[in-house]
């Protein structure tokens, strides 16, 4: 069934709408509570194909890093990450994707080593209805793609899941994210089913009851700089 671009769109501005909104209640309630975990510095990591990043959670202040990366995007690199047309982040959105608790909602952001800038990010948002279950999403600039970076964020960011007690992935990806469903189904993700030009994948994480973990030593491709 082919799903008008306008249909997408409006799902899309719907779901956030929602995200949004939730973010807002919950930034408030973290105001009353400890400082929350998770911001540490980070640590450069080389790339399969040399290039440097340093990979550490994302910051209220980044939501100017934040802002200059998504306008590096191209319009089709836009489309997949937001299933539909995106000119813009609002002020509101930048606040929800700056602003994590670092538990239920984590943000891990790769910074170019050698020049700065952002150049990728992966995030979690755990399912209100099940808390051992998070949404992600994970975004690449368009010439840092085809470098492993979208594979080294999403392992950094297994890794901040099994912590929170995390243990399952679900990702909607567009039916032509083909980048995207390859770097999902290389981390076991099964494709459960097909909405709206969407596909609905879900992955057991290492620390799932059942799975055996990964080894911890460094995967091909994956460096950490001294």
Known sequence: MIIHPEIHAGLARERTSVLLAE???????????????????????????????????????????????????????????????????SAAELRFFTDVDHRDHEALGAVDHVRGGGVGIAR???????????????????????????TELLARLSERACQEGISRFTAAVAADNAAMARLVRSFGGDLMRREFG??????????APGRRARSRGNAPGREALS
Do not use: N
């Open 23 to 89: 973010a807002e209640g919950a930034r408030r309630a973290r105001q009353l509570r400890r400082p929350a975990r998770g911001r540490g510095r980070g640590r450069p990591v080389r790339l399969r194909d040399g290039s440097a990043v340093l990979i550490r959670p994302v910051r209220p202040a980044d939501d100017g890093l934040l802002a200059e990366g998504f306008a590096r995007l191209s319009d089709r690199s836009r489309r997949m990450r937001f299933l539909g047309p995106k000119e813009a982040l």
């Open 124 to 150: 979690y948002v755990r399912d209100r209805e099940d808390p051992h279950t998070a949404e992600i999403a994970v975004t690449v600039i368009d010439d840092w793609q085809g470098r492993g970076l979208g």
């Open 198 to 207: 969407t596909l609905e994948y879900e992955m057991a994480l290492a620390c």
